[in-house]
């Protein structure tokens, strides 16, 4: 076997194949083109025989059917696409959100796009920052309403493989419609919050989303 071939809309001319599945990317880029509905699906591996070579093994990121994508060439002649973030470019001054959150709370505070923390500050910021957000604190941005636990109520943790840290508060960054991320308090050992971390998230997640619409 050899890799399948990117769809016509991606800028390739063949068609993919039937069985085609996913196209594969280095992973540390977090792109993939894939079939048409399977994009539930979160991780891929793909591997690559070819006579008389090693065997490639390719790791690879879903992106959903729809998404926006960058589109990078390498000097390899490499085709590298890459998810589009309306939030990516804010990181710096969503980092200076964070650390104000987090003084004024007592509690780590994080900013997300849809798909990854982008800022974090207070305890556990090198557990969070980079990383993916887990597909429970998706759903609490998808369902467009702040979140804020409740003694007794399950832990919603932050990021996969990290039990620890969870979520307190969780405020939808809506602009124009579209949820494009999340302003977080986190508990490191299971306390709720209050209405001022409330207010606070609730405050920051408006003012970002109105500045995502200027």
Do not use: W
Not at 170 to 192: K, M, R, W
Request: net charge negative; aromatic share 6%.
């Amino acid at each position: 076997g050899t890799l399948p071939t990117l769809p016509e809309a991606a800028g390739a001319s063949p068609r993919p194949t039937e069985d085609c599945v996913a196209a594969a990317a280095v992973y540390s880029e977090g792109t993939v083109n894939f079939k048409s509905g399977m994009g539930h699906i979160s991780h891929v591996t793909i591997v690559q025989e070819t006579k008389q070579h090693p065997d490639k093994v390719f790791h690879a990121n879903v992106i959903s059917d729809g998404d926006p994508l960058e589109i990078y060439t390498s000097r390899d002649g490499e085709v590298i696409f890459k998810k589009y973030s309306l939030m990516g470019g804010l990181e710096d001054f969503a980092a200076q959100f964070c650390e104000t959150l987090s003084k004024s709370a007592g509690l780590p505070a994080a900013i997300s796009d849809r798909d990854t923390i982008i800022a974090a500050c207070g305890s556990g910021r090198r557990e969070l920052l980079g990383h993916s957000i887990t597909p429970e604190l998706e759903q609490i941005m998808e369902e467009r309403r702040i979140y804020q636990r409740r003694s007794g109520e399950a832990a919603v943790p932050v990021v996969p493989g990290s039990e620890s840290l969870t979520v307190s508060v969780a405020a939808p960054i809506i602009s124009s419609g579209d949820a494009l991320g999340l302003v977080l308090f986190i508990s490191e050992n299971g306390q709720t919050s209050g209405v001022t971390e409330y207010k606070l998230a609730q405050t920051v997640a408006a003012f970002l989303g109105k500045h995502m619409e200027a």
